[in-house]
């Protein structure tokens, strides 16, 4: 069980590739399943809970979908390595702070993740990078065919798949979209469409998802209803409404060149001297001037920067990620020390390969 390869090896959903990609970071669709017959695992007994993994896994096994992945119960990852998968979107919070038994199961490639006993007993997870949401969609129903092959889910016949949440009843299904709109942002218009993008049934989240503050401009979009609608039917609406985010955004970032293309250029070349020349940063600090630097590269300001690398840093300058690279652990002062450190070499690596 080799967690260093995690860490090592970068998400697919960071490659900074698929459609749309200089808007949308990511597109990510979650399935919700239960064991027919089994209480949730917060009304599980411990004894069961773990039967619940064995089964799992079992299952896992007989299907093709985690060769060369990991597939492990939470107990046995070290912390470090735990927070690292939540900085990595490969987990969600539940599933460290709990206290009864769960597992996790990821795919080599990182973008297919099964997390066992978090609110669900199967949370079932596809991560793409770009405006991908159908190849999600794609690879996520193989996963959840294969394994409905071999475990018998629990399954009501007028109400969908059965859930711990009520919300979360039908067909379990969670879509979700990551934009970075720093042009929305800086012409103030955000909150016009945020609020529109409510009123359509949808729910905006920050950069970790529920309950977390919006940072560098990014934006989780998703579907907050499952129940009397179809998967098809929940992928053409959230598809249809980040269509129209796109475009809001790209004519946003065209008013800015139009009007504002100098004091663009120098928030960029201001944001990209800080990186590189920092000493002692803040991830918060950090976050907001990546997000400008990736606003650069999208409106073609600076020119010979990876956006993989920097989509990257947005992840490794956390605090797991940091103390892992740095192989010891370190207070909040030496962190930002480190994390300035770090993004000096990662630009000077670019710049290196550039010339």
Request: glycine share 6%; hydrophobic share 40%; net charge neutral.
């Amino acid at each position: 069980m080799d967690f260093n390869k995690i860490s090592a090896t970068q998400a697919e959903w960071l490659l900074g590739k698929g459609p749309n990609s200089d808007i949308v970071m990511s597109s990510r669709i979650r399935l919700a399943r239960n064991l027919k017959g089994v209480p949730f695992p917060q009304q599980n007994s411990p004894a069961n809970n773990e039967k619940v993994i064995d089964v799992v896994f079992d299952a896992l096994k007989k299907t093709k979908f985690f060769k060369n992945g990991i597939i492990a119960r939470m107990q046995d990852i070290p912390d470090i390595d735990k927070q690292i998968l939540f900085e990595t979107h490969l987990i969600s919070k539940e599933l460290i702070t709990h206290n009864h038994a769960s597992a996790i199961a990821i795919s080599a490639a990182q973008d297919l993740v099964i997390m066992v006993n978090e609110e669900d007993h199967l949370r079932i997870q596809v991560l793409k990078s770009g405006f991908n949401i159908d190849a999600c969609w794609e690879l996520i129903n193989k996963v959840d065919s294969a394994l409905e092959k071999v475990l018998d889910f629990a399954y009501s016949p007028s109400l969908g798949y059965l859930t711990a949440c009520p919300t979360n009843v039908g067909t379990g299904m969670r879509a979700s979209v990551m934009l970075h709109l720093p042009g929305l942002m800086l012409m103030e218009l955000i909150n016009k469409v945020m609020q529109a993008v409510i009123k359509l049934g949808l729910a905006v989240r920050g950069f970790y998802g529920e309950g977390s503050e919006v940072l560098g401009n990014l934006f989780q979009i998703s579907n907050q209803t499952t129940l009397g609608k179809s998967e098809k039917e929940i992928i053409a609406n959230i598809s249809k409404v980040i269509d129209l985010m796109i475009e809001h955004e790209r004519n946003a970032r065209a008013m800015l060149n139009n009007k504002s293309a100098e004091k663009i250029k120098d928030t960029v070349g201001r944001s990209y001297g800080i990186l590189c020349n920092a000493h002692i940063i803040s991830s918060k600090e950090t976050i907001s001037l990546l997000s400008a630097l990736r606003m650069g590269m999208d409106m073609g300001y600076i020119t010979g920067l990876d956006t993989s690398a920097i989509n990257e840093l947005f992840i490794q300058i956390q605090p797991a990620h940091l103390q892992k690279i740095s192989g010891e652990l370190l207070d909040p002062g030496m962190r930002d020390v480190r994390r300035a450190q770090l993004i000096r070499e990662r630009l000077r690596q670019n710049n290196d390969k550039q010339s």
